[in-house]
């Protein structure tokens, strides 16, 4: 093999790892119209109740919520999807899409994920719209962001990875407006939840089908009561 060969595969293979990668940032970007940003899945109601009231302790619950419930139920599946919709295999996505609407445990946690995962295809529809049209039905937002997801080239590691950061970004833009928080102490949260993602993203790829689960009382207690706070900001 000659070396204007060996570049050109080397260029072929660095242009294909740019553009998944490029892809998975626009795919978990906080400014994606999908309404990320209208949810604080349960914080708001833990910032009215005193369970969380400065960069502390803010930090200290949305890196147990990282380890405690979105790794072992969100992320997990978002890797299992992945490799169903690569596969094709439709009738294990439909089954894991099933499974997050049956352990959303809250009105607004369900809302919330039905309608992310109605807006990401909505939006896949502009962008992409052949594999938009492999949904074949209503997708709750991990199943609908593994969907995307499968479409890059990107390893699931990887992918899972920025969903993750996204969800961070979300987070702790959340704490800001919530406890409330400045931008410095935002982004000191968001470096906290970077060291973290790695880790949470490993243990999610490595759950098996009956090691998957959504038990977060606290959290649950939290969005019930959030359903009917007086004042709020945020939809969960």
């Not at 795919?27 to 914080?43: K, V």
């Not at 999807?81 to 809250?106: F, K, P």
């Not at 052949?130 to 990887?158: C, I, K």
Request: aromatic content about 6%; hydrophobic content about 50%.
């Amino acid at each position: 093999m000659d070396t204007s060969t060996t570049a050109t595969i080397t260029t072929m293979a660095t242009t294909s790892t740019d553009a998944a990668l490029l892809q998975l940032i626009w795919l978990a970007s906080p400014a994606l119209p999908i309404g990320g940003f209208s949810y604080s899945e349960g914080l708001e109601a833990a910032v009215e109740r005193g369970l969380v009231g400065n960069e502390e302790t803010a930090g200290a619950w949305l890196v147990d919520q990282l380890h405690l419930s979105l790794s072992r139920c969100d992320l997990a599946v978002i890797g299992e999807a992945i490799a169903a919709w690569r596969s094709a295999d439709l009738a294990r996505a439909a089954a894991l899409n099933t499974w997050i609407l049956r352990t959303r445990e809250t009105s607004e946690l369900r809302q919330q994920t039905e309608q992310m995962g109605r807006s990401l295809i909505e939006w896949l529809k502009t962008v992409q719209p052949e594999v938009a049209e492999r949904a074949g039905q209503p997708l709750t937002y991990p199943v609908a962001f593994a969907l995307a997801a499968s479409a890059t080239q990107a390893s699931a590691r990887d992918c899972l990875l920025a969903f993750a950061f996204g969800w961070a970004e979300n987070m702790m833009q959340a704490a800001i407006k919530s406890v409330p928080l400045g931008q410095s102490a935002g982004q000191r949260i968001l470096a906290r939840l970077a060291a973290e993602i790695p880790a949470a993203v490993d243990h999610a790829l490595g759950l098996a089908d009956h090691e998957r689960q959504a038990f977060a009382p606290m959290l649950a207690i939290l969005s019930a009561q959030h359903e009917s706070q007086y004042s709020r900001l945020f939809r969960s």
